[in-house]
């Protein structure tokens, strides 16, 4: 299966600033991304799907505002959680759509907002 | 809309145990896929198995196994001989044609030695 990766693994950040995490395609040419979030003890969450050279579908309930997605590659999606806040500290997972339905998720970024 | 329920929240066996982990889903559509994923303490999603819903073939790969049974909408993973490398979290997911993967809330395991 495809290769993704995610940089940086872990982040501490005060309140107020901004985080973008990466997510990049290694080995594959990824049209379609998928950004995840998940709390502590709770279940994987999709945020949005983002498509490479037009804008993410975000998913109900989830700020566009806030949580700001870039796919201008192939290989690259970009997440920058703006004026992050506490509550915004997590576990986010990007994957990649390939093959018949399948997704390759990257190793998540752990983001922890003092 | 899709659902997916893990009705298990924690399970904690002793090596060498069998463990079943429950699994239904809820979907209208025809055609869909259902995944399980593992994810242990480090938090990387491993990808063990996708079966399309007009295969209901039950299969085995090593001490795994998996029965399907769209009579029951349930997808159920049964780990055998479990081991202190199987702790984890399992999550089983449900998508159709949109890739868009709907997570059940996952179950714990945990094998004591």
């Known amino acids: 299966g495809a290769v993704v990766s995610q940089h940086p693994s872990w982040v501490i950040c005060k309140s107020g600033t901004s985080v973008k995490i990466e997510c990049r395609s290694l080995?594959?040419?990824?049209?379609?991304m998928f950004w995840y979030r998940q709390f502590p003890k709770q279940s994987l969450m999709l945020m949005a799907t983002?498509?490479?050279?037009?804008?993410?579908?975000?998913e109900q309930g989830v700020e566009k505002d806030k949580f700001l997605i870039n796919h201008a590659s192939l290989t690259l999606s970009t997440l920058t959680v703006t004026s992050a806040h506490p509550e915004d500290s997590s576990f986010y997972i990007c994957?990649?759509?390939?093959?018949?339905?399948?997704?390759?998720f990257g190793p998540g970024t752990r983001l922890t907002v003092l | 809309a899709q659902k997916v329920t893990q009705a298990q929240t924690e399970i904690s066996v002793v090596e060498k145990e069998d463990v079943t982990l429950d699994c239904v889903y809820e979907?209208?559509?025809?055609?869909?896929?259902l995944f399980w994923y593992k994810q242990p303490p480090s938090g990387e999603l491993v990808f063990l198995i996708r079966?399309?819903?007009?295969?209901?073939q039950n299969e085995i790969s090593g001490r795994y196994s998996w029965n399907f049974q769209k009579s029951t909408s349930s997808f159920n993973f049964t780990i055998t001989a479990s081991q202190v490398v199987d702790s984890a979290v399992y999550f089983c997911?449900?998508?159709?044609?949109?890739?868009?993967?709907?997570f059940g809330a996952g179950t714990t395991v945990t094998v004591r030695a």
């Open positions: 983002s498509n490479e050279g037009s804008k993410a579908t975000y």
């Open positions: 997911a449900l998508s159709s044609n949109d890739y868009k993967l709907s």
């Open positions: 080995d594959f040419q990824a049209t379609t």
């Open positions: 994957s990649e759509a390939g093959g018949i339905n399948e997704q390759f």
């Open positions: 079966r399309n819903s007009f295969d209901e």
């Open positions: 979907t209208r559509d025809t055609t869909y896929y």
